[in-house]
């Protein structure tokens, strides 16, 4: 019984130094990234710009979306909430040029990261290059930790293309 004990404790006392180490290193990266991602597709601008537009049609097209509720601002502001199988995102579209350039804003503040994301839709050999840059800030420093080393900061632009890819029967490269 004292062996268990000892064996428990040790496990226990790893997983706290464990859980500093990742926060110190998480605490020494910068909160702020910049990453982005291009795919060409065999599509117009306005085909994939308007794919992209419609919010609501998302959880058709990305397995990470159950739901999307789009809300229009009496001022005009485009506001939109996504549900994830882990968690519910809340935008904002602050800039939309169609078939051009979209930007789209976290506008929650709790969720430990946050930032936007800038679509440009160029026209390029009969298709699109559609390109994504992210500018996040991971504020809480154990996401940013695994951010960092474990996932990438471009996991999500490349899930996102993926499944866009997948959505038109094309390839993401």
Do not use: C
Request: negative net charge.
């Amino acid at each position: 019984m004292k062996l268990l004990l000892v064996i428990v404790a040790g496990i226990a006392l790893g997983l706290v130094l464990l859980a500093g180490i990742v926060a110190l290193v998480g605490s020494r990266l910068p909160p702020g990234h910049v990453a982005s991602r291009s795919l060409f597709l065999h599509r117009s601008p306005n085909e994939v710009y308007t794919l992209v537009r419609d919010f609501g049609s998302a959880p058709r097209w990305r397995s990470d979306v159950t739901q999307v509720d789009v809300e229009t601002q009496p001022n005009g502001a485009v506001y939109f909430r996504e549900v994830g199988r882990s968690d519910t995102v809340n935008y904002e579209l602050v800039e939309d040029v169609p078939n051009t350039r979209m930007v789209t804003k976290i506008r929650d503040t709790d969720l430990g990261y946050s930032g936007q994301w800038t679509y440009t839709f160029e026209p390029k050999n009969g298709g699109t290059s559609l390109t994504i840059r992210e500018d996040g800030i991971v504020s809480n420093v154990f996401f940013r930790f695994m951010s960092r080393y474990v996932f990438g900061y471009a996991a999500t632009l490349e899930s996102h293309l993926a499944a866009l890819a997948k959505h038109f029967g094309e390839e993401a490269d």
